[in-house]
């Protein structure tokens, strides 16, 4: 069976650019989330789906991101106007249910502003 | 608050030596569940291990066991007779329900096995 996956696995932009990563989960997972890891850091929380509930977009760090989810399947993430602090690895993850299940992460997304 | 605290930032360890990985959690909730993942070099994060506030069972799996303590918070993990492939960090996970189910990584143990 297919894991998660991400695309592209790597990302180089200009400063102020727009750019879109994308996460397909495993089949039949209702809830996704998206984590940021910098260099040498820890997981950081940015938003989860859990089937057609309202997204917690807690995590977030500023109105430049934004994720969509499309029939409770594919996901993409959105960083507008990216700055140089957003460089990080974007990772995706996906369980059964959101909470208690554990997560089967994606290889995640390098992001490399300029 | 929920909070998960990996105090060792990074452990070296010779071969064949066994060593253990703290964690401690914080939670006012009743029902939760701790995590254990194996972030390798390679950088994909690998899911090792699921524990619920009510099973204080340990657990062993090969060389790998875990020990679940509610009384200190505390959710352990010690890798037996110690290989170079454990080399990786390691994160240790919290979800609860009152947290609107969002998982609390603590900032991960980075092992470094040598030959």
């Known amino acids: 069976g297919a894991g998660v996956s991400q695309s592209p696995s790597n990302k180089v932009t200009e400063k102020g650019k727009d750019v879109e990563l994308r996460c397909d989960p495993i089949?039949?997972?209702?809830?996704l989330y998206w984590y940021r890891q910098s260099l040498g850091q820890g997981l950081e929380f940015l938003i989860y789906?859990?089937?057609?509930?309202?997204?917690?977009k807690s995590g977030l760090p500023s109105d430049r991101f934004s994720a969509e989810r499309t029939g409770g399947s594919v996901s993409t993430l959105t960083i507008q106007r990216t700055q140089q602090e957003d460089s990080a690895v974007y990772l995706c993850?996906?369980?059964?249910?959101?909470?208690?299940?554990?997560?089967?992460f994606g290889p995640g997304t390098r992001l490399t502003v300029l | 608050a929920q909070k998960v605290t990996q105090a060792q930032t990074e452990i070296s360890v010779v071969e064949k030596e066994d060593v253990t990985l703290d964690c401690v959690y914080e939670t006012r909730d009743t029902t939760y569940y701790l995590f254990w993942y194996k972030q390798p070099p390679s950088g994909e994060l690998v899911f090792l291990i699921r524990?619920?506030?009510?099973d204080e069972q340990n657990e062993i799996s090969g060389r790998y066991s875990w020990n679940f303590q509610k009384s200190t918070s505390s959710f352990n993990f010690t890798i037996t007779a110690s290989q170079v492939v454990d080399s990786a960090v390691y994160f240790c996970?919290?979800?609860?329900w009152g947290t609107g189910n969002q998982f609390y990584f603590g900032t991960g143990t980075s092992l470094t096995v040598i030959p």
């Open positions: 789906f859990q089937g057609n509930s309202a997204p917690d």
């Open positions: 089949s039949g997972h209702t809830a």
């Open positions: 524990r619920n506030s009510f």
């Open positions: 993850a996906s369980s059964l249910e959101v909470g208690i299940n554990e997560q089967f």
């Open positions: 996970a919290l979800s609860a």
